[in-house]
């Protein structure tokens, strides 16, 4: 018969059971085998002595100093990360509002009970909001029932796992930022999908509690459902020694509006001239609202600046925190949104961006 | 905009505690055998943890998970740790390299081709190695690296054998 590999060698010495009792058997009885099991028998015991090392850990001790780090980690990461920062912003129902009133501004020949595509990335505008803008903001079930799955984020091995698991090619940096080392830990979000159907019974009790008369919607609006589709997506996440991340690389498929088929560029229209949205807000929204490619990224004016620069020859929104803790460039290239953010400055993320390669 | 991000930051996992005090030891032990020392291991599994804190790794795969991070992130520790120390060589300060001061300098010296010839090893199998020597069965190694327990032994005798070359290419010729 042949003879057992290395591997079932090796295995031998450590799980006899895990091989075959024929292997065992042929190993008993040949010498080439019985040299090749002393060999690694020898290369095991040489491995065990080299890695050997006295680890015995005070786990109290270890657990108090990982809880100080985890209420150090959560105070510093609220003050001063950018990717979850407009997170948690995007996960504000009125901010989440204006980005699907927006991306309603493509105008489509309706085609009853189709879902008919009204809008795909193609670029991003920055929409400043002041604090108060944000506050005066409605929310959008406001206007109707709006269900949203929620993004299931998931650690994965490496950038081939998160390649598998998006179908993304994963940017590889060529060039760290100085301060930034090591490998980076991959993360993967499965596609979103939001629908939100206008209600416009819900949409006339919200005006009236604001004493206000709700403006007549145009002819099919009433019930009928918008769906928008984002991700999947991934991250490359570095961080610095404590978990605070020093550079976040994220890639995902950039949002796309569905409808069932009403006339979309009226319904833009109607929604931005809803009472609730500030008029300042709503200008800069019609701005862009007709190309239907266009998705705007709410900033927060108290806390953020925006400024556009070049990608790769696309159009790229730079985003700089006041305190000068953080940076990001934003961009959509073919569909797909990338972001680099950071501990940064403008001009470091900037620079990751444009060496970005693939895998 | 769906840009993904880590999820939940500020939400720690509730499981985290219980899960800290089981797997804690033996992920400082995976990342000892990488690093050759305590202190820094202790450094890596605290990261590890904060990483696992606000992951939604599902518990089951948790003690896999754990040991596999441990290991890639004090591998990549040696990495940038070997930098700085010959950073710190290069200025003089050479005494400040190790925090083990009571070894003798032949340990020491040992120690460091150790480390030198995990760094150089392919990274699976760099991967492998510690933790099957850090107890992990086969099935469990299996698991963790997306192997087949099969291919764990070849895995694991390529290291092994690797890793003895290449401390014996590096012994001091004395």
Same mark, same amino acid.
């Given at each position: 018969?042949?003879?057992?590999?290395?591997?079932?060698?090796?295995?031998?010495?450590?799980? &006899?059971?895990?091989?075959?009792?024929? @292997?065992?058997?042929?190993?008993?009885?040949?010498?080439?085998?019985?040299?090749? *099991?002393?060999?690694? $028998?020898?290369?095991?015991?040489?491995?065990?002595?080299? *890695?050997?090392?006295?680890?015995?850990?005070?786990?109290?001790?270890?657990?108090?100093?990982?809880?100080?780090?985890?209420?150090?980690?959560?105070?510093?990461?609220?003050?001063?990360?950018?990717? &979850?920062?407009?997170?948690?912003?995007?996960?504000?129902?009125?901010?989440?509002?204006?980005?699907?009133?927006?991306?309603?501004?493509?105008?489509?020949?309706?085609?009853?009970?189709?879902?008919?595509?009204?809008?795909?990335?193609?670029?991003?505008?920055?929409?400043?909001?002041?604090?108060?803008?944000?506050?005066?903001? &409605?929310?959008?079930?406001?206007?109707?029932?709006?269900?949203?799955?929620?993004?299931?984020?998931?650690?994965?091995?490496?950038?081939?796992?998160?390649?598998?698991?998006?179908?993304?090619?994963?940017?590889?940096?060529?060039?760290?930022?100085?301060?930034?080392?090591?490998?980076? #830990?991959?993360?993967?979000?499965?596609?979103? =999908?939001?629908?939100?159907?206008?209600?416009? #019974?819900?949409?006339?009790?919200?005006?009236?509690?604001?004493? /206000?008369?709700?403006?007549?919607?145009?002819?099919?609006? @009433?019930?009928?459902?918008?769906?928008?589709?984002?991700?999947?997506?991934?991250?490359?996440?570095?961080?610095?020694?404590?978990?605070?991340?020093?550079?976040? !690389?994220?890639?995902?498929?950039?949002?796309?509006?569905?409808?069932?088929?009403?006339?979309?560029?009226?319904?833009?229209?109607?929604?931005?001239?809803? &009472?609730?949205?500030?008029?300042?807000?709503?200008?800069?929204?019609?701005?862009?609202?007709?190309?239907?490619?266009?998705?705007?990224?709410?900033?927060?004016?108290?806390?953020?600046?925006?400024?556009?620069?070049?990608?790769?020859?696309?159009?790229?929104?730079?985003?700089?925190?006041?305190?000068?803790?953080?940076?990001?460039?934003?961009?959509?290239?073919?569909?797909?949104?990338?972001?680099?953010?950071?501990?940064?400055?403008?001009?470091?993320?900037?620079?990751?961006?444009?060496?970005?390669?693939?895998? | 905009?769906?840009?993904? #991000?880590?999820?939940?930051?500020?939400?720690?996992?509730?499981?985290?505690?219980?899960?800290?005090?089981?797997?804690?030891?033996? !992920?400082?032990?995976?990342?000892?055998?990488?690093?050759?020392?305590? @202190?820094?291991?202790?450094?890596?599994?605290?990261?590890?943890?904060?990483?696992?804190?606000?992951?939604?790794?599902?518990?089951?795969?948790?003690?896999?998970?754990?040991?596999?991070?441990?290991?890639?992130?004090?591998?990549?520790?040696?990495?940038?740790?070997?930098?700085?120390?010959?950073?710190?060589?290069?200025?003089?300060?050479?005494?400040?390299?190790?925090? @083990?001061?009571?070894?003798?300098?032949?340990?020491?010296?040992?120690?460091?081709?150790?480390?030198?010839?995990?760094?150089?090893?392919? $990274?699976?199998?760099?991967?492998?190695?510690?933790?099957?020597?850090?107890?992990?069965?086969?099935?469990?190694?299996?698991?963790?690296?997306?192997?087949?327990?099969?291919?764990?032994?070849? =895995?694991?005798?390529?290291?092994?054998?690797?890793?003895?070359?290449?401390?014996? /290419?590096?012994?001091?010729?004395?």
């Amino acid at each position: 018969m042949r003879h057992p590999t290395d591997g079932t060698l090796r295995r031998l010495l450590d799980e &006899p059971s895990g091989v075959a009792d024929t @292997d065992r058997e042929h190993v008993a009885g040949c010498p080439a085998c019985r040299s090749g *099991l002393a060999a690694a $028998r020898r290369d095991a015991s040489l491995s065990r002595a080299a *890695l050997d090392v006295d680890a015995t850990v005070d786990v109290d001790a270890g657990w108090s100093r990982l809880s100080r780090s985890v209420a150090a980690d959560s105070r510093r990461g609220r003050a001063a990360t950018a990717a &979850p920062r407009w997170r948690a912003a995007l996960r504000r129902p009125a901010v989440a509002a204006v980005a699907v009133v927006a991306v309603l501004g493509a105008a489509s020949a309706a085609a009853a009970a189709d879902w008919l595509q009204i809008y795909r990335t193609e670029r991003i505008a920055p929409v400043t909001l002041s604090q108060a803008d944000l506050i005066a903001l &409605p929310d959008l079930s406001a206007y109707g029932p709006v269900e949203v799955t929620e993004p299931r984020v998931r650690a994965v091995a490496d950038a081939a796992a998160a390649q598998k698991a998006t179908g993304l090619a994963v940017p590889r940096v060529r060039d760290l930022p100085r301060g930034v080392t090591g490998e980076p #830990a991959f993360q993967v979000g499965d596609r979103v =999908t939001a629908e939100f159907t206008f209600s416009a #019974a819900q949409a006339a009790r919200t005006a009236a509690a604001a004493g /206000r008369t709700l403006p007549a919607p145009p002819p099919g609006l @009433d019930g009928s459902t918008f769906r928008l589709t984002a991700g999947p997506g991934l991250a490359a996440v570095w961080r610095e020694a404590r978990g605070v991340p020093a550079l976040i !690389v994220a890639r995902g498929v950039a949002p796309t509006a569905y409808s069932e088929g009403i006339p979309f560029r009226t319904a833009a229209d109607y929604l931005l001239s809803l &009472p609730g949205l500030p008029a300042a807000v709503a200008a800069q929204l019609r701005g862009f609202t007709g190309d239907g490619t266009t998705l705007p990224l709410p900033v927060n004016s108290q806390y953020l600046t925006s400024a556009t620069a070049d990608v790769g020859g696309r159009p790229a929104t730079v985003l700089k925190s006041r305190d000068g803790l953080v940076a990001g460039v934003v961009w959509v290239d073919d569909g797909v949104v990338t972001a680099v953010a950071g501990s940064l400055g403008p001009d470091e993320v900037l620079s990751v961006a444009r060496g970005l390669g693939e895998r | 905009m769906a840009v993904p #991000a880590p999820a939940g930051r500020g939400a720690v996992r509730a499981d985290l505690e219980a899960v800290f005090r089981s797997a804690y030891p033996r !992920v400082v032990a995976v990342a000892a055998r990488v690093l050759g020392s305590r @202190d820094e291991a202790e450094d890596v599994a605290q990261e590890v943890f904060l990483t696992f804190g606000r992951s939604a790794v599902p518990a089951a795969e948790a003690p896999g998970w754990l040991s596999v991070a441990a290991a890639h992130t004090a591998l990549n520790h040696l990495r940038t740790g070997r930098r700085r120390a010959w950073r710190e060589e290069a200025a003089g300060g050479g005494a400040a390299v190790s925090p @083990d001061v009571a070894d003798t300098v032949v340990t020491r010296d040992e120690r460091r081709r150790v480390r030198a010839a995990l760094a150089r090893l392919p $990274r699976r199998q760099a991967v492998a190695l510690v933790l099957r020597h850090s107890g992990l069965s086969y099935a469990e190694v299996a698991a963790a690296l997306d192997l087949s327990p099969g291919s764990v032994g070849t =895995t694991v005798r390529r290291a092994e054998s690797s890793l003895r070359k290449e401390l014996n /290419r590096h012994a001091p010729s004395d």
